[in-house]
């Protein structure tokens, strides 16, 4: 696992300044998370920030303990964010979206509604896969078809420490709910 080489995929130039960000952003997220394991949520944190930096809403996967199916970190970040901002449309306000793991196939949907318009991840799906056994859906050539859509994705950022936060969160032998796939 340790000789796997996560290089950043993007649908656009990289920028490095964004880039840079994003890792700051994705470091302090992967650091938060065991507390939120720790009360019951995750094993996924998402935060929307501004374009000058400020932070919108930080929230984590909260599934199994609101018995919540559709109750993503991406879900929960973009509810707050547009309950914070008091609309349904983020379209206006320039906003990016920090999550430490791919988008599944549901949140690629619900970023796509919400009006966000980058988006930066850690764990690419199939090692999240790989690592836990979720089931991340269908969603092929999404960076291309949000890229039509104008929004920017940027991935594979701080991959490695983000990899450790979920294989201790199944070394804990915490909950891993799936649909059963053929
Ligand atoms: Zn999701």
Request: proline fraction near 3%.
């Amino acid at each position: 696992m340790k000789n796997v080489n996560f290089e950043v995929v993007a649908n656009e130039k990289i920028n490095l300044q964004k880039l840079s960000f994003a890792q700051k952003i994705i470091s302090q997220l992967q650091q938060e998370l065991p507390d939120y394991i720790a009360k019951g949520k995750g094993p996924f944190l998402a935060a929307v920030y501004d374009d000058k930096g400020n932070l919108i809403a930080k929230e984590a996967n909260s599934v199994v303990a609101k018995k919540c199916s559709h109750n993503h970190a991406e879900m929960n970040a973009i509810k707050a964010a547009e309950k914070a901002l008091k609309t349904y449309d983020l379209s206006g306000y320039n906003l990016r979206l920090y999550v430490t793991a791919e988008p599944c196939m549901m949140c690629l949907g619900g970023i796509m509604w919400s009006g966000i318009k980058e988006v930066y991840y850690s764990v690419p799906s199939k090692k999240v896969e790989e690592i836990t056994g979720f089931d991340e859906g269908f969603k092929p050539e999404w960076l291309e078809e949000f890229k039509k859509r104008h929004i920017t994705v940027y991935g594979n950022i701080e991959v490695e420490a983000g990899m450790e936060v979920l294989q201790d969160y199944v070394k804990r032998g915490k909950t891993v709910y799936k649909p059963e796939r053929k």
